[in-house]
């Protein structure tokens, strides 16, 4: 199991959260603003509608976990699979796959 020293204090992984609330909101904004807001992943985001991209903002109250407690915030795009340099014939595996290549910690996927 891996360990990382966490404000003077070693933490193991995968981290145990025990107890939390969370809460999420959906919105369409401005694909060419969303874009200018990823840009550095060099991803793009997905145009649920004609100019118009998929927001989400992520509110979690952790109350007990390894971690004790704290308040947590997030924002995500939904964006588009990159190309594949597979050709054509593109599978969602192949994507995937692709896409933790380039991408790295910009993007986490469970199993």
């Known amino acids: 199991m891996a360990t990382h020293l966490i404000h003077g204090r070693t933490v193991g ?12 909101a959906f919105h369409p904004v401005r694909a060419d603003a969303a874009r200018a807001v990823i840009a550095y992943s060099g ?12 927001c989400v903002l992520l509110f979690v109250d952790y109350r ?13 795009f939904l964006v588009r699979p990159p190309p594949c340099r597979w050709g054509t014939h593109i599978t969602p595996k192949s994507c995937f796959l692709d896409l933790r290549t380039k991408c790295g910690d910009v993007v986490t996927m469970g199993a």
């Open 43 to 54: 991803l793009d985001v997905a145009e649920v509608l004609p100019g118009k991209a998929l």
């Open 64 to 76: 007990d976990g390894d971690l004790d407690a704290y308040h947590e915030f997030g924002m995500a």
């Open 13 to 24: 992984m995968p981290v145990r959260v025990r107890d939390a609330e969370i809460c999420g």
